[in-house]
Structure formats: structure tokens, C-alpha cells
């Protein structure tokens, strides 16, 4: 009877009542936590039918993980805060996991966190809307966030709170073959110690999440061993300054004007081979509400990911072989970032069309005029479709998250190592046959493989 076959063998059976987890199929849709609760219970109900097929089972189940968690759970078991104890003991999952012999199960991993500080930051300080949503900060002094304003140039809300205790804690503990994060932008920053432009936070989405995932083709018991960030040219800055005594943060908390702001490189870049990396950015249909919408620039990790700023380093790592770029029509001028610093890579994927019904919802598209989001997709399309065929960076004539003007020579010819090309909005017919328009008419070594896709001849 089944009830007597070995464990392999049940668990092999098992295995074909489990289906691809929707952090695998649905991370190019619009951004929710909701998308990752999968309707397919069978594994689940197999699970219950006895003691033996519930320890198989268990070990299937816990192949794709969601950590839904606060940003407070993460703060009160923050090791600088408690250096005796050890964090996992502080978060059911992951203890679990760790007392349940299931972490080495892991494949993917998916974070799921929530802000309910709403903003507040260790050390006493909050970080509140201004006017047009401008960052203030309070009077108290906070070693873990640094607004830096300078007259005359935009609001930055840099965050360099140490946050490498997580990605120790996680890699440690398991070894997934890919990690995504789903947060709001801020979030995101807190959790990379890194710069993100706020000041016009307000005219788009206040409850938009963003995803953020790594990922790579396999994973070896050797990937357990992490890189140090601090011996890697991409995440070190050789010229950063001491750590800043918190009497200078003060001023600076203040409007002081500083050029140097010491952040923490990030471990998590860097703790694993990543060879593909996808951002999802969500909707930006309500900044077109706006007046002037051109002129706005969204709170995003995007500048930050590929070093527009450059004072620091690009986060992204340089095993980085493939990026997938995800929004619902972004303003021309904020894509003009990942055109002009587009990293060394062999793929690239773009999808900027919504898949699904935004542009019937009245809500979303109310005071929206439907010819601006289309100029913009245009826009975006021929960024890219210029850049891919020319080989070069020739720039862009639009403002984007860079507060550098001159080009970045370091990175101009970075498109012409690009071998592949996919638009996720093949469907959106007339962005498609620009596109192919664009290659037939370039004489160059670019042709179409498929329907949303170009291939460059060896």
C-alpha cells in the first residue's frame, strides 16, 4: 500500500501534487501581497491525511517560503539592540524553520514587509511629510537616518542604518536560489542603506509596493560562503569619510549642508552569485494627474541599484547577467535611468504596459489624459530601441535620477555587450511594431526572434 512505501518514494508522488509558486509566475503584475497566496491547496490537504505523508509534505511545502514581517519584529530583534540573543529565536518563521530542519529546503524565499512605525526610525527620530511631501525631520538625533537637503537641489532622504545583521541572519540560516523582497520604496532603501529621492512622494501611489527579486540558475553548498562587500569594487566607496559622530548628524538633521553621508555597504548583493535581477515599480498612472507630471521623479531604488549617483557605487552586482524591469507607464524621464546606466549584461526585459485592467478602472484613470500615458510608453521605447541599435550612450535630453549632467563614461558602452532584447508588451500592438520598425529599418545585426523579442547575430 502507499502507507508502506519509503519516504522517496512518497515524497516523489507528492511532488507532482505541487505547482510553481506565484512569486515564480506573477511577479511582472501589478504589486500586492495578495499575488503571492497561491489558490492550489492539494499539497496542503495531502499534508493532512496522515503523520507520515505530513512530514514528507512538509519538506515540499517549504520549497517556496513567504515571510510576511514587520519592520518593528525586525527592529526588536535587531542584535545591536540585543547582541546576546539570537534574532531568528525572535521570529516564529524563521525559528521554525530552523527548529524543524526545513531552512535547507528553501528554494525561494519571498519578504514580504510592512512599515506599521509608518516612518519612525531607531534613535527617537521620525522622518514625516513636508509640504508636497518633502521629508522633515524631527529635532532628535538619529544614527540611522540622514535627510540631506542642499539649497537648491533636491530632497534626498538618505538612510544608512546597518541592516547586513539581515541578510547574515537569512543566508546563514538557508541558502535559496532566489530572494525577493516586496516593500514600499522607502522600505526598500532602509533595508539597502541607500539614497531615495522623496519630494515628490505625494503625487504618486502612497501604498504602492515594489518588488525587488535575485535570483540565479542553481545553487551549491559553496554560495554559502558570502563575499565581504567591503573587499568589492562595486559596493565600497574609496574615498568614503570615518563614521560621522552623531553631533555632526544633528546638523546635518537640520539642513546643514554635508557632501559626504557614510552609509553601510549592503551585504546583499554580494552574499550570493546573483546572476538575474527584476524590479517592479508598480503603477504610475497617478503622477499624470498632476500638473506638470514631466517634471516629477518617483521614490525608487532604481538610481541607486545602477549607480546614477555618482558618489556611490552601483549596487548591482557584477555577476549580473540578466534584468527585468517592471512598471505601469513610469515617467520617460525617471526610465531615461536605466537607459543611461544600464549595467553589463546579456538580457534585458521591459514591460511598462499594464497586463491588466488600469486603463478601464475610472478610479485609476480619472483627470488622467490617456494620450500623456501613451507619449510617454513612446518615449520609453525609443530610449531603449536608440540605445540598442546605435551600441553607445548618447544620453537623453530629459531629467533623470542622476545629479551627475556629464555622461558616465564608465558605463557608455554598456549596451553594445546587450545579446537580447524582450518587451513584456508584444501584445500592445502598436509599441511592437515601433520596435520592429526601429531594428528593420537599422541595417544592424539585430532581428526578431520571436514576438517580443530581439536577438543580436554573434
Known amino acids: 500500500t502507499i502507507t508502506s512505501l519509503p519516504p522517496e518514494l512518497l515524497s516523489e508522488i507528492l511532488c507532482y501534487l505541487d505547482s510553481p509558486p506565484p512569486s515564480d509566475t506573477r511577479l511582472h503584475e501589478q504589486p500586492n501581497p495578495d499575488l503571492l497566496t497561491s489558490p492550489e491547496k492539494s499539497l496542503k490537504n495531502a499534508s493532512l491525511v496522515c503523520r507520515k505523508w505530513h512530514a514528507t509534505a512538509l519538506r515540499i511545502l517549504f520549497r517556496h517560503v513567504v515571510w510576511p514581517v514587520d519592520r518593528w519584529e525586525l527592529l526588536r530583534v535587531d542584535p545591536s539592540q540585543n547582541p546576546d540573543r539570537d534574532p531568528v529565536d525572535g521570529l516564529p518563521l524563521l525559528s521554525f524553520l530552523r527548529d524543524q530542519d526545513l531552512a535547507r529546503c528553501v528554494d525561494s524565499l519571498t519578504m514580504v514587509v510592512r512599515d506599521s512605525l509608518q516612518g519612525m526610525v531607531t534613535g527617537g527620530s521620525r522622518a514625516s511629510p513636508g509640504r508636497n511631501g518633502g521629508g522633515e525631520a524631527s529635532d532628535s538625533t538619529s544614527p540611522n537616518l540622514l535627510v540631506h537637503h542642499r539649497p537648491g537641489s533636491p530632497m534626498a532622504t538618505t538612510y544608512n542604518q546597518d541592516c547586513n545583521w539581515v541578510w547574515d541572519m537569512l543566508f546563514q540560516l538557508m541558502n535559496p536560489r532566489k530572494f525577493t523582497i516586496m516593500a514600499s520604496p522607502q522600505i526598500l532603501a532602509t533595508l539597502l542603506s541607500t539614497r531615495i529621492y522623496i519630494q515628490d512622494a505625494w503625487s504618486f501611489s502612497r501604498t504602492t509596493h515594489h518588488v525587488l527579486s535575485l535570483s540565479r540558475e542553481t545553487r551549491t553548498k559553496d554560495d554559502a ?234
Not at 249 to 259: C, I
Not at 307 to 333: E, H, I, M, Q
Request: proline residues 8%.
Open 225 to 458: 560562503k558570502a563575499k565581504e562587500p567591503e573587499s568589492s569594487p562595486s559596493q565600497t566607496d574609496p574615498t568614503a569619510a570615518p563614521e560621522v559622530p552623531n553631533e555632526v548628524l544633528a546638523k546635518m538633521m537640520g539642513g546643514v549642508s554635508s557632501e559626504v553621508l557614510q552609509r553601510p555597504p549592503t551585504k546583499l548583493f554580494t552574499i550570493r552569485p546573483w546572476t538575474h535581477l527584476l524590479l517592479n515599480e508598480g503603477s504610475s498612472t497617478r503622477v499624470y494627474k498632476t500638473y506638470e507630471f514631466y517634471h516629477r521623479r518617483p521614490p525608487s531604488i532604481l538610481g541607486a541599484l545602477l549607480g546614477a549617483d555618482r558618489k556611490n557605487a552601483p549596487l548591482v552586482p557584477d555577476t549580473l547577467r540578466s534584468l527585468a524591469y517592471v512598471a505601469v507607464f513610469p515617467l520617460s524621464s525617471h526610465f531615461g535611468t536605466l537607459v543611461d546606466h544600464l549595467p553589463r549584461i546579456d538580457r534585458l526585459f521591459v514591460q511598462i504596459v499594464p497586463q491588466d485592467n488600469t486603463l478601464r478602472n475610472p478610479d485609476e484613470m480619472r483627470h488622467v489624459q490617456p494620450s500623456d500615458l501613451w507619449m510617454e510608453r513612446n518615449s520609453c521605447y525609443s530610449l531603449v530601441m536608440r540605445q540598442i541599435l546605435s551600441g553607445e550612450m548618447s544620453g537623453h535630453d530629459s531629467d533623470s535620477d542622476t545629479d551627475m549632467s556629464e555622461p558616465d563614461t564608465a558605463r557608455e558602452s554598456n549596451w553594445r555587450y546587450l545579446k537580447e532584447f524582450e518587451s513584456g508588451d508584444a501584445a500592445d500592438k502598436e509599441a511592437w511594431d515601433m520596435a520592429v520598425q526601429f531594428v528593420c529599418m537599422s541595417g544592424t545585426d539585430w532581428h526578431v526572434e520571436r514576438e517580443g523579442v530581439f536577438v543580436k547575430r554573434p
